[in-house]
């Protein structure tokens, strides 16, 4: 998979914090749809009303747990994407339109897996391309894609997985990023692999100093 938002992304200022305001959120995921169509040869019809109530579901849950964010900043940066993956799933704001006759997609590679899910593809294509771009920006990291983001079965296993428990697709996101994924609760930030280990053996609230 070919993170396409990163490049476009980067050069905007505190793009962390530009990306929870509702109208760079919106721009940045009708930017990712159009280069979706323009490599992969699929284009979406976006519902603004939809993708509105994606934002701000997943404004309300991240900022419930914001306050791990200052135990693993890294870490919570890629469970926020989760957070927006998931939301986008719940409210589906997006519809793949019939590709074109004659439309030649400049990227084959994806073809069976966009064809097979193009709203899926899209929204997680948005969520890993706000992380690589964060990350290059603020820790001068090039964030790498598992090579299971290109297998077919995998995307069969998340979509079937999501359409049990939306929230599924924050553990897939981490394994997509190579990350360890929480498949018991994976919306629960004080679950979290590098989270349980930056708490170490006291409980959240004594960590934090009580929430």
């Known amino acids: 998979m070919k993170i396409l938002l990163k490049n476009e992304l980067v050069s ?19 930017t990712n749809a159009r280069l979706v169509t323009e490599t992969y040869g699929v284009g979406f019809e976006v519902d603004e009303k939809k993708l509105t109530r994606a934002f701000l579901g997943w404004v309300e849950t991240v900022n419930a747990q914001k306050d791990y964010a200052g135990l693993d900043r890294k870490d919570f940066i890629i469970f926020a994407a989760g957070l927006v993956l998931c939301e986008l799933i719940r409210e589906q704001p997006a519809k793949a339109l019939p590709r074109r006759l004659g439309a030649k997609p400049v990227d084959l590679s994806m073809r069976e897996i966009v064809d097979f899910w193009p709203e899926g593809f ?21 964030r790498s894609i598992d090579k ?9 296993s998340y979509k079937e997985n999501i359409a049990e428990m939306p929230s599924y697709a924050i553990a897939f996101l981490d394994k997509f990023l190579g990350m360890e994924p929480n498949w018991l609760v994976p919306d629960i930030a004080s679950a979290r692999a590098a989270i349980r280990k930056a708490l170490g053996e006291g409980r959240p609230s004594e960590a934090l100093g009580g929430l």
């Open 148 to 156: 299971c983001a290109d297998e077919l079965r995998t995307w069969w």
């Open 122 to 142: 899209l929204y997680t294509n948005f969520c890993i391309g706000a992380v690589a771009a964060i990350f290059q920006q603020e820790f001068g990291e090039a």
């Open 12 to 30: 905007m200022p505190d793009l962390r914090h530009r990306l929870r305001q509702l109208r760079w959120f919106r721009a940045s995921f009708r």
